[in-house]
């Protein structure tokens, strides 16, 4: 039902900063979680960072400080402001959508660090 547009990430240097963003089109929820989740060569798919309708953020702990989410609730998006990346961060992205109904995955988009 719900269809999830991702864009930005690309290649970034280590301490440098990249950013993506997520746009949910399709049916309109009243509560939600969205979030990224991340799958790197060799590793299984983790969470990355998530929000909730309510505001509600959690964070894996090996990005917090360093990458913050946020959103735009009446674009129904998402953004992940990612600073002070490390190679560690090399990963493809997938936003995630979860209506406790359903949950929804994004095509996923690459993220690069490297010097």
């Known amino acids: 039902q719900a269809q999830l547009e991702e864009s930005g990430g690309g290649l970034g240097q280590p301490g440098g900063s990249l950013r993506l963003s997520c746009v949910v089109s399709?049916?309109?929820?009243?509560?939600?979680?969205m979030g990224w989740y991340r799958r790197a060569l060799g590793k299984q798919r983790e969470l990355v960072a998530t929000?909730?309708?309510?505001?509600?953020?959690n964070y894996q702990e090996s990005v917090k400080g360093r990458f913050t989410i946020s959103r735009d609730t009446a674009k129904r998006s998402i953004d992940l402001q990612m600073d002070s990346l490390q190679p560690e961060d090399t990963a493809i992205y997938y936003c995630?959508?979860?209506?406790?109904?359903?949950?929804?995955w994004g095509q996923g988009i690459q993220v690069t660090v490297s010097s």
């Open positions: 995630y959508l979860n209506t406790a109904r359903l949950v929804s």
């Open positions: 399709g049916r309109i929820y009243s509560s939600y979680v």
């Open positions: 929000i909730s309708t309510g505001g509600v953020i």
